[in-house]
């Protein structure tokens, strides 16, 4: 097979084109309805959880000896086990959450309530040893001792707690950095089974659920329901696609320095449904690969039989992409990410890349229509560095469109030329892919601009 292939001269322009055996799918677009719906079940949900508790009686007794603590433990507890459940459909990769949310807002979302489950859960087990100290009239370690080896599933209980502790430290900036991505994604599989520990244990003692049939039962189908999310979606639909497609390695081609296009054979891919812009997770089916997958963006629309990514060596596991062998079996998960022309909301665009970003912005020009015009910057510390740049340039040409390069040191080639380059940026959909930083500094120029949050996207790739 040709790795030539993948020439925009051999591609119908526009996303108006006619297929016969080309691509005939595309993602759909985003559900926002129901996605607003979904956001007010989950708030619902979080108000009948605080609810529960003073249902249960727990308010009326808090005048007795330990029972302030014994509320607030009991209500900590069940709002920490709720957020936790949210973050189990976070982490489904449910494809309304994915179109409307992007990656960058799933990933947003997903931070900014992983602390909040451990610091309620711990302060329910510290709360509720209070409680018992008080009424026992015992200091707290005895008691807390007492409770372990005392209570029914308290054992499990205290080991779904260190997980969730020790997951939360290895969750932390400074020690993440440290740990391999394949190591940590491992560890933070644990978290499934602390939490199946904690729901075990919740029914078994929680106040809110010991003699109430209805809220023991409403609080297992929400959970039955949040792990039905992770299996249809995270196995479920993986192993459907996975199969239909059978994907295979046919070439592997340097690019340029580290940076290497792998492309890949299948069958049906015309119903595979992504549009530019878009990722799949990718499990290469080695021995030494097969465990883990990882998010490559596609580098081009699929001209079925074949789909093409590209990747930088900035680990083991996108440094072994160079040594792939032809005929190794691929695995996809997705696709995901909102990255697409779908978020549109003006009729012209720019397209801003940093490094390997180069590569969403490559397939996202083949969505753009025929004399849509945009506006393209592409930055790199070194002229080889721009791969994919023959490719670009034709596809902006095609479209009656300009592309800039800024190739250079930080210090000697300024993002901020942006504007000047691009003067009538606040009219235009602003989309920014790159590493974090770049990210970062790209839509602070853009939003200083004039550019508003519902015309600027980003895509953020994280190491």
Not at 31 to 44: H, Q, T
Not at 412 to 424: A, R, Y
Not at 426 to 449: H, M, N, T, Y
């Amino acid at each position: 097979m040709d790795a030539a292939l993948f020439n925009p001269d051999s591609i119908s322009p526009g996303p108006n084109r006619r297929l016969s055996t080309q691509r005939q799918a595309g993602a759909p677009k985003p559900n926002l309805p129901f996605f607003f719906s979904m956001v007010v079940v989950g708030g619902l949900g979080m108000g009948l959880v605080l609810g529960l508790p003073i249902v249960d009686g727990t308010l009326s007794e808090l005048h007795l000896r330990g029972g302030v603590a014994m509320y607030l433990g009991s209500t900590t507890g069940m709002a920490g086990t709720y957020l936790a459940l949210l973050m189990v459909v976070l982490a489904s990769r449910t494809p309304v959450l994915e179109r409307v949310l992007g990656q960058v807002g799933v990933i947003q979302w997903h931070k900014r309530l992983a602390p909040w489950p451990i610091i309620l859960i711990t302060a329910h087990a510290v709360l509720l040893t209070i409680a018992y100290a008080e009424v026992a009239k015992k200091g707290v370690l005895g008691e807390a001792s007492v409770i372990i080896n005392t209570f029914p599933s308290m054992v499990t209980a205290t080991v779904a707690l260190g997980i969730m502790l020790g997951i939360g430290v290895i969750s932390v900036r400074q020690v993440r950095e440290r740990i391999p991505r394949e190591n940590w994604w491992l560890l933070h599989l644990l978290m499934y089974a602390a939490l199946f520990l904690a729901f075990a244990h919740e029914l078994a003692l929680g106040p809110s659920f010991v003699g109430h049939p209805l809220a023991r039962a409403c609080w297992t189908i929400a959970w039955l329901l949040a792990a039905a999310l992770v299996l249809i979606y995270r196995v479920g639909y993986p192993t459907f696609r996975s199969f239909r497609h059978r994907l295979r390695v046919v070439a592997v081609k340097t690019e340029g320095p580290g940076v290497v296009s792998v492309i890949l054979e299948g069958r049906h891919l015309e119903r595979l449904p992504i549009s530019g812009g878009q990722f799949l997770e990718w499990r290469f089916l080695t021995p030494q690969m097969w465990w883990q997958a990882h998010p490559f963006t596609v580098s081009a629309l699929p001209q079925p039989p074949y789909i093409r990514l590209t990747a930088k060596d900035v680990g083991n596991f996108s440094h072994a992409l160079a040594h792939l062998k032809v005929g190794t079996n691929v695995a996809i998960e997705g696709p995901y990410g909102s990255f697409t022309t779908f978020a549109r909301r003006r009729d012209q665009v720019l397209l801003i890349a940093g490094g390997i970003g180069v590569t969403a912005v490559r397939s996202v020009l083949e969505d753009l229509p025929v004399k849509s015009r945009p506006a393209v910057v592409l930055r790199a510390s070194r002229e080889e560095d721009l791969v994919l740049l023959d490719e670009i340039e034709k596809l902006v040409r095609h479209r009656k469109g300009v592309i800039h390069q800024l190739v250079g040191p930080r210090d000697v080639v300024s993002l901020d030329t942006i504007t000047t380059l691009v003067p009538d940026i606040a009219r235009r959909d602003v989309f920014i892919c790159g590493p974090a930083g770049f990210v970062r500094e790209a839509s602070e120029l853009a939003r200083q601009a004039g550019v508003t949050d519902e015309a600027l996207h980003q895509e953020a790739y994280r190491i």
